[in-house]
């Protein structure tokens, strides 16, 4: 009773802080489910093309992967769902963990908490609160997805129109559910680490486990589905034989991430985390030597944590080739446009596919890495930095030259860790050569969107997420592009879209030195304005 | 004064979208003083301070660092100046030795002599890591790295916020060190004790800009000084003289206040009447800031700076008649 006192109060709060972000997440949700389902009628004139199509695709390794089960993919809902489904997930989960967080651990770390604390209001409160707006965010997230699906009418030849209600209620449901388990996990995540960027990190983690889960269940025979909440959501099948019962799955799944948060709540003092901060050495090491010796030592965990990150997401993509080639053999219809029906290029266009989800994962790394200048500058270090003497120029450069070299480690662990799990199913050492090095060639465009995030801090600091927004785009255009048929020349914006499919397509040296020009060209560009600006 | 200015601004504006934070601002500090920089919250103490840093670009006027320009030749004038914000942010993963040790590595090295005796001084346990320190804590790393420095300038910006009374005194001491070694300070501060025991000179700052300046004694003859006196003859008269003002008569007793610089005059007029019983009191540091801090007579910033400046009332304060 009293230790919740006040989080209602709490609650209104902080949904007047989130209704924007809540509204942009939630549209972004619904429009992909709904133009999925509306892309179909356009793609496919008869239902014999549309079968067609659904046969070749039942048989891609590479978009089961990507995407999870093929089921039912010769309806407009099972295709919607199926192309929807992943991406909204972690739509969902990234969410949930940012709503999260701004409520917990970084009131927290910014000591507002403790005002809040002081009022009239319980002990759990917070924590509570937290969740429920997260709850909230889900719902609204939910609703506008079932929206969205329901808002699809009009007459199309196609089978599985109009979509049925249940199971478009039952696709919105369970995305609010599985956002609302990753909540769970977040809350957990925030009573872990002192710090709100460590939190983030774990949440990241634990949401990227989910996706791969799944992955290898769908690619193999389904038990790591199993362990996972996106798995959990797709194990529903709207539009392919509906059930309702693993949303009780996911409900229960939420409770034990709740009930071991408040545990562990209990545990701790509030500003601090389980894993306690000990005293560390009175002098500095050599390392801190100078500004680009700080940089890397603000950096390191991240570019550690990454680097592991994308050793293992290689690892799984690695071991999945397996379960390709199972596939190719069971399907008939085992043929693609990027494999040219040959069973080697289909392995090829797999891992074509899995690099430049690897490449999408390590520019995640690139972005944060590129704005943690930002973070040095809001938090007044960088201040402190350059009264000491150091220039601006050569403060920014050392945090450039650990993105750089930082944003290589990370991509090259994903390929070696792709060619180390390719090996260790067949043996065959030569995956790394053929599979695993080509990732380098995602470089350029990788350092693209990391120049993209620096001629932002130079320029414009305060709109930084705007770089967030281009990597959701390159994403769009990966997954979506042409399903929705976006025009060439905005596919060409992306400079994902720039690079050939190594190793199903020959690497090709202009398109990497264009994009690296670019970026290059992006860097520069802010750094130069960075020199100009007022800092704070 | 000798030498140029170690600071010299002339007509500074900055402005912050709508916001004019700085308004024309004219500063000048001498080569060697400890400059006391006061003025109510919000007025661009801190704003001064950061463009004399160079990290934010002014609008207008002419600004001159150690006869540099702050703004293009940033990193070579910091390398002869120390800064000390009123609200330290350690890094978080650093320890506050690791702290101390990079920001004096970043200027070329640092004394280990020097630095341990500033430790020990301050009583600062170097092995907690940036987010557990307490506020004062925090305050005393900065303070550290920047008297470890081997500066001309020690730029100030409410260095003692937090600070236990016993700390402040090991920073006045330390400022009086520096002093006496030549250095120049500017200080911006709201504790008026620590003004008083350690300015040379001040500028007082409002809405933006510099509304007096000059050293105590000088701002002391700017205000008014209260007067109780009771006479043998008749008053009258009195309260008409020229700078008398707020004049109360009882009977054979008058209190008023006078400005200071008719001190005399009235004195002159009083010993004509007679005086049997005369308390004067000069006019307290607080009464001096509050006329320029407050609207026009002071009564709106009572709050900020009343309480931390009290026990310090009337205290060996200027002449006594
Ligand atoms: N980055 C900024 N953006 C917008 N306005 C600002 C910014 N920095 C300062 N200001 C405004 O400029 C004015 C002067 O602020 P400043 O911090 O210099 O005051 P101050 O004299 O240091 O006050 P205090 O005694 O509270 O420290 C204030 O009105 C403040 O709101
Ligand atoms: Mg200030």
Partial sequence: MSGLSGSLLLLRGHLRRDRWMILWWSLASAAVFWSQGGAMANLYATQAEFDKAAASLEGNAAFIAMLGPARALDTVGGQAFWQSSAFCAVLAGLMSMFVIGRHTRAEEESGRDELVRSGAIGRYAPLVAALLAAVVANVVLGLATAAGLLALRGDSPLRGMPLPVADSVASGVGLAACGIVFSATALVAAQLTQSTRTMYGIAGIVLGAAYLLRAVGDLGNGVASWLSPIGWYQAMHPYSGLRWWPLAVMLVGAAVGLGLAVLLFGRRDVGSGILAARPGPPTAGRSLHSSLGLAWRLQRGSVIGWTLGLAVSGLAYGSMGDSVEDLVGDSGFAVDAVAGGQADNLLDGFYGTALVMLALLAAGFAISSAGRPRAEEEATHLESVLVAGVPRQTWLAGHLLVTVAGTFAVLLAGGLGLGAGYAAMTGDLDAFRRYGVPVVAYLAPVLALSGLTRLLYGVAPRRLWLAWVALGFCVVVLMFGDVLELPDWMQSLSPFHQMPLVPAEEFDITPFLLVAAVAALLSGAGQMAFRRRDIG | ?321
Wanted: net charge negative; proline share 4%.
């Fill in chain 2, 1 to 321: 004064m000798s030498g140029e200015s170690v600071i010299e601004i002339e007509g500074l504006v900055k402005t912050f979208g709508p916001v004019r934070a700085l308004d024309g601002l004219d500063l000048k500090v001498a080569p060697g003083e400890v400059h006391g920089f006061l003025g109510p919250n919000g007025a661009g103490k801190s704003t001064t301070i950061r463009v004399l840093l160079g990290l934010l670009r002014k609008d207008a006027g002419s600004v001159s660092l150690l006869q540099g320009d702050p703004w293009r030749e940033a990193a070579s004038l910091h390398r002869r100046l120390a800064y000390v914000p009123g609200d330290v942010s350690l890094w978080p993963n650093l320890t506050g030795g690791e702290a101390i040790d990079l920001l004096g590595r970043l200027r070329g090295g640092i004394d280990p002599a020097r630095r341990a005796d500033l430790i020990e001084r301050f009583e600062l346990d170097p092995t907690k890591r940036g987010r557990s320190y307490s506020k004062g804590n925090r305050q005393k790393v900065a303070l550290v790295a920047a008297f470890a420095a081997d500066v001309e300038l020690l730029l100030l910006d409410e260095p003692t916020s937090g600070l236990d009374p016993l700390k402040e005194e090991t920073f006045t001491e330390l400022v009086e060190e520096f002093r006496a070694g030549g250095g120049t300070v500017l200080l911006s501060s709201h504790i008026l004790a620590e003004v008083e025991k350690l300015c040379d000179r001040v500028s007082i700052i409002r809405a933006g800009r510099i509304v007096e300046a000059g050293t105590l004694t000088d701002l002391r003859h700017l205000t008014r000084t209260s007067v109780d006196v009771t006479l043998g003859g008749s008053p009258a008269g009195i309260d008409e003289l020229p700078g008398v003002h707020d004049a109360v008569v009882e009977g054979q007793r008058v209190r008023c206040q006078v400005e200071t610089d008719q001190l005399d005059a009235l004195l002159g007029a009083l010993h004509q009447r007679g005086v049997r019983t005369l308390v004067c009191q000069p006019p307290t540091l607080e009464e001096l800031f509050l006329r320029h801090y407050g609207d026009e007579t002071g009564d709106e910033a009572g709050d900020e700076t009343g309480d931390q400046a009290d026990g310090q009332r009337g205290a060996e304060v200027g002449e006594t008649a």
